[in-house]
């Protein structure tokens, strides 16, 4: 069984890693595995200066998944290009390094400083611009275009810009990274949502608002997958709730090349490493010999019996 995949920047040994957020920076899951088991690894974002984030609570759970509004809360670039990578880099997996920022410029500053220590850049567009007033990156073409175009020429590996549900067309926002110069996408990022405490008619958290992420995303997910798939010529590692070995197979029919495992880290810290081993056999399962065989595999014309031609 071919499990290896190769994508801009990454040669992955399988198509299996952890989502940006959910598995810090690494260090706490090499008590449950050894990350070399890895397909790759997603780094917690990276901001220029240190942000401690949002104040508390900020998690809750829901009764299909979570919302969280962390906040981005990180020690800075600098400190982790000193602290956090040269651990992860005594493993062997590729390092994907995700890159925030509250202006173009941070991006820029990030993207230089860090993308000379890792194998690739995933760049956080779902952030306000301070300068437009607070508009996320991530919902208006023009400025997602903009700032992947800038990171993308200050970065010396490949950039993969993360993609947000929170728009009304999804594929305008694809064509706009990839109109950028776009090297891959990932996708997708947390749904906005909220949850409201009936004792104290007040909501949960703090911050009002936050992100939706586990099992309740992933039909959108995978329904934004596919319709990018079929729009923009650009590799996709996605996510949004995937918890099993069957999940991935999901995920990789609607177009996407790998997949990055997020909130059921929290349920399961050895959940990453249980769908690795899983994954050979699930796919004989299902009749698929690589991973290769499995992608864009929903896009094939159906038959008239209804069974999708290979």
């Known amino acids: 069984m071919t499990l290896y995949q190769t994508l801009p920047g990454l040669s992955l040994k399988n198509p299996i890693m952890p989502a940006s957020g959910c598995f810090g920076f690494g260090k706490e899951f090499t008590q449950f595995y050894n990350l070399s088991a890895l397909g790759a690894v997603i780094m917690k974002a990276a901001t220029g200066e240190k942000r401690f984030g949002n104040g508390t609570p900020r998690v809750a759970e829901t009764s299909s998944g979570m919302l969280n509004a962390i906040g981005l809360q990180n020690p800075g670039v600098d400190s982790i290009i000193k602290d956090e990578i040269p651990f992860l880099q005594e493993y062997d997996m590729p390092i994907i ?12 500053q990030v993207a230089e400083k860090i993308s000379h220590h890792v194998n690739a850049l995933e760049l956080n567009i779902s952030c306000p611009n ?12 023009l400025l997602a275009e903009e700032v992947t175009k800038k990171v993308v020429e200050a970065s010396v590996v490949p950039v993969y810009v993360k993609l947000s549900p929170n728009v009304t067309d999804i594929v305008s926002m694809a064509k706009a990274v990839q109109a950028g110069g776009a090297h891959g996408l990932t996708m997708i990022n947390t749904l906005t949502g909220m949850r409201i405490d009936p004792a104290t008619r007040k909501p949960i958290i703090s911050n009002l608002t936050g992100g939706l992420s586990g099992a309740a995303i992933k039909p959108v997910a995978i329904r934004m997958i596919h319709q990018v798939y079929k729009e923009v010529d650009l590799p996709i590692i996605g996510m949004g709730g995937i918890e099993t070995a069957e999940d991935v197979i999901e995920f990789l029919l609607a177009g996407a090349s790998a997949v990055a495992i997020g909130s059921a880290n929290f349920k399961n810290p050895l959940i990453c490493k249980e769908i690795i081993d899983e994954l050979p056999g699930t796919l004989k399962k299902f009749g698929f010999h690589s991973i290769e065989e499995v992608i864009g595999g929903a896009h094939h014309e159906p038959s008239r019996a209804g069974v999708f031609r290979t």
């Open 97 to 108: 390094a995700n890159v925030a920022g509250s202006t173009v410029e941070e991006y820029v």
């Open 130 to 141: 301070v300068k437009e007033g607070g508009v996320q990156f991530g919902t208006d073409p």
